[in-house]
């Protein structure tokens, strides 16, 4: 079994300070290195749901895992997964359930559906159960205090496709449940398929399934150096990657949708070239 130890900047609240994509990167890097080897490019079901215990910013939670039964939504809807947190049940553990292999879930998205819920129970559990350790306040009555439950939902697999908060109006709690939904979304991605595991499996796949790698500049001021972009050498273009998606979902255990979006999210994609 397996326990996680994590540290970010946050809040007094014990929420997260604002994180961009490259810190959660990192947060998602340092937890494959507590599950596997830096050679492992695979992230399997079986070692995430080994994960018991965490430790994220000094909060101390267990964590309680399923896998093999259907889950639903508060009004009784088939989904993916949640995470939540109940002090009724437990004042120390965040709950992680992810619906079972069936018709609506492969077992490539159970598998990403289980990531992105993780990222929920690094990024929002710990506030959760700071708030509820804190108790009735001074003046209040403790048999009148409503103590909170807490959940986050995987309705379907679109909702793990979106790799970037979409720029429209909201209140602050829209605002704030949207960025935490792409914050568990980056997470799952730099978690399953991280940029340098994806680059090194795409350098020793590309020429053997007809893609050309073209090398120059980086324009990415958080990686400088050379990068990297992919043209296929057939005349489809795009669709000419299909066979090294494929090879590449295979060696991650993900699906080939899945690698095209970590491709974009990693700017290995020239310019114009569509992600879906």
């Known amino acids: 079994m397996s326990a996680i130890t994590l540290n970010y900047r946050h809040c007094s609240r014990f929420s997260p300070h604002y994180i961009n994509h490259t810190k959660v990167a990192d947060l998602a890097s340092e937890t494959r290195q507590q599950l596997v080897d830096l050679s492992t490019d695979a992230l399997t079901l079986g070692v995430l749901r080994s994960i018991e215990r965490m430790n994220v910013n000094g909060i101390a939670f267990d964590l309680w895992v399923g896998v093999d039964q259907p889950v639903t939504d508060e009004d009784g809807n088939a989904v993916l997964g949640v995470c939540e947190f109940d002090p009724d049940a437990s004042m120390d553990a965040a709950v992680l359930s992810v619906t079972h292999v069936c018709e609506i879930a492969s077992p490539e998205l159970v598998l990403s559906t289980f990531a992105h819920e993780l990222g929920h129970a690094v990024f929002d559990a710990p506030a959760w159960i700071h708030e509820a350790a804190q108790g009735a306040g001074l003046f209040d009555d403790p048999a009148l205090t409503v103590r909170k439950a807490y959940r986050t939902t995987t ?78 050498k057939s005349s489809f273009g795009f669709d000419g990657m299909e066979p090294l998606l494929k090879a590449l979902a295979m060696r991650f255990g993900v699906t080939p949708k899945f690698i095209r979006v970590r491709m974009d999210r990693y700017g290995l994609l020239q310019p114009g070239v569509k992600n879906h």
């Open 155 to 232: 309705p379907d697999a679109e909702h793990l496709s979106k790799s970037r908060p979409t720029p429209v109006h909201n209140t602050e709690l829209e605002s704030s449940i949207r960025f935490a939904e792409f914050r568990a979304n980056e997470f799952m991605g730099s978690l399953l398929v991280p940029r340098q595991h994806l680059i090194r499996a795409v350098e020793a796949l590309a020429e053997q399934h007809s893609v050309t790698i073209v090398r120059s500049p980086s324009i990415d001021p958080d990686f400088p150096g050379m990068g990297m972009t992919l043209t296929a």
